[in-house]
């Protein structure tokens, strides 16, 4: 973007609305264009499994495994949040509120984490005598 060099500091500081908008009329379709994507556009991280876009605070729209257990591994508290109203009021109160889908999602998390759990309590992977998976 041009700078007037030759405008001094004092009239820099006289930036009323008008004078904004005028200065906005001078700019280009293109220089306005970079301006947005500059201030205003949001870039959204990926989630590195699958490369699919990750937004920070929605539950996926996509069928994606691994874009579910990224938005359930981030949301701590939406976990713990699920897990309150499947101890309190069930599966059924569950889908009422989230949707069968996000149920299903859920329950698929809540395994692979038990399975990860289980994991590290044996690490060698070898079936020790006395070794049981349930604390
Ligand atoms: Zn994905």
Redesign the pocket.
Known sequence: METNESESPKQAKTLTPEVAKREFEKLTHQQIGKLRSQYFTVRLGA?K????KFHPTDA?D?N?A??WEAYFRVHEGVVQGIESILATFGEVALVKSHGSKYTKRYKQFAAQMHEERIARMNPTGINEPGFSAIP
């Open positions: 989630v499994a699958c490369g699919h996926p996509t994606c691994d874009c």
